[in-house]
């Protein structure tokens, strides 16, 4: 991910995209689409993590808040 100290792969689908964590002044999720990356953050999130995604594009994840870790389930959209 560009502009990012460390970059994490977590999951890949049938049409080569790939989700992942990244880290640089926050952590943040994105999302390798067709050569593109996608920033993934929840808003108002202190941290977001994309971990999977299916050959439908749909992405799974967590999130930290004020109030704890929760997970999500979301499509982005692709570049």
């Known amino acids: 991910m560009p502009g990012a100290s460390s970059t994490n792969a977590q999951s890949i689908n049938n049409g080569g995209e790939i989700v ?3 880290r640089g002044t926050a952590e943040r ?5 067709h050569g ?3 920033t993934i953050a929840v808003p108002g ?3 977001t993590q994309a ?3 299916n050959d439908k594009g749909e992405i799974v994840g967590a999130f930290i808040d004020n109030v704890g870790q929760h997970g999500f389930v979301a499509d982005f959209p692709k570049p």
């Open 29 to 33: 999720g994105f999302l390798l689409s």
């Open 36 to 38: 593109e990356f996608v």
């Open 45 to 47: 999130a202190s941290s």
């Open 20 to 22: 992942g964590i990244s």
């Open 51 to 53: 971990t999977g995604i």
